[in-house]
Every structure is written in C-alpha cells, then in structure tokens.
C-alpha cells in the first residue's frame, strides 16, 4: 500500500476537484476519495489519494506534507491498513 496516502487538516470546503488539482502532477491517480458525514455530506477533513507508481506518491508525500490548500496546511502520509477492533 506504498501507493496510497492519507490527506489530513483538509478544509471542509475542500472538493475533490482541489485534491485532484493538487496531487495529479506527481502521476497517475487510480482513485480519489474524500471522507464525508453521511448525514450531512460536509467533508471531515480528510480523504486517500492512491498512485499508479509508488515513486509517484513519495514524490507527492515529499512535496505536499505541510503546504498549504485551501488556507489550510495539510498533512500527507503514507495510508496505513485499518484494522478491526
């Protein structure tokens, strides 16, 4: 799961179109999700972004960690599994 990466501290009026402006010049994206409230719809701050290319998502990780979307300074990790219990 090298490819895929956790974005954090997104702003709630962050939209999938800005993650996708942002991460698609470091490579190919195979899939783009932001986490929302299933009750309201409103985003909850973050989302996983998945690369073709594990070099890619370490380039995009390299670069976005700490910059600035949205008037937010966003965090950018490698996704790890999640477990039950």
């Known amino acids: 799961m090298k490819n895929r990466l956790f974005v954090g501290n997104l702003s709630v009026s962050t939209e999938e179109l800005d993650l996708r402006n942002a991460f698609s010049p470091f490579g190919e ?15 909850r701050g ?5 690369f073709r290319s594990s070099d890619d998502a370490a380039r995009a990780q ?24």
Do not use: W
Not at 29 to 43: A, F, I
Not at 46 to 50: A, R, T, V
Not at 66 to 85: C, F, N, T
């Open 29 to 43: 994206l195979l899939s783009l999700t932001l986490v929302r409230d299933r009750e309201t719809s409103q985003s």
């Open 62 to 85: 390299r670069a976005l960690d700490g910059q600035g979307l949205k008037g937010h300074s966003i965090v950018v990790s490698a996704a790890r599994d999640r477990r039950d219990g």
């Open 46 to 50: 973050f989302g996983f972004i998945e």
